[in-house]
């Protein structure tokens, strides 16, 4: 039997590049896989959003976050999930840690908001920035699972 791939999507506000990596991920993986999108949202607005786009469970708050992140195989959200204190003050330092020591592959999407780069030439838009973590996690399941 092939072991479940956990894809957790964490994100906050109105969840709006959450509900988008959803979308984009539960239309684009392959089908009959034991694949689990799961939204993770540091409030109710984000989960439901991620909900409402297609995962196919959630849960909101700190402590679902960093229960989470150690079961998750892949973890995908914008940059800021593993800085504490960032989307608002919305990413609380256990929140950020629990990421940051996950053993998953973190996949994370720049966001300009953030007051932090990442040194690779050129600019991309937030877009194509989804589209290439789509693509990443993609290709991480199709190495996972024969």
């Known amino acids: 039997m092939t072991e479940t ?36 949202g540091t ?20 402590n679902a976050i960093v ?15 593993v800085m504490p204190h960032s989307i608002l003050g919305e990413v609380t330092p256990r929140m950020a840690e629990a990421i940051g020591a996950s053993d998953a592959l973190k996949v994370l999407i720049p966001l300009p908001r953030c007051n932090t780069r990442i040194a690779v030439p050129g600019t991309a838009s937030l877009g194509q920035c989804i589209d290439q973590a789509v693509e990443i996690i993609k290709e991480y399941i199709e190495n996972q699972i024969p």
């Open 5 to 40: 791939i956990l894809i957790s999507i964490i994100d906050g506000q109105g969840g709006g590049i959450g509900k988008q990596l959803v979308e984009k991920l539960a239309s684009g993986l392959p089908k009959g896989k034991n694949i689990i999108i799961r939204a993770l």
């Open 67 to 81: 229960f989470n992140a150690g079961k998750s195989h892949i973890i995908a959200g914008v940059m800021p999930i």
């Open 43 to 62: 409030n109710a607005l984000a989960t439901n959003a991620m909900l409402k786009a297609g995962a196919d469970d959630g849960a909101t708050g700190e």
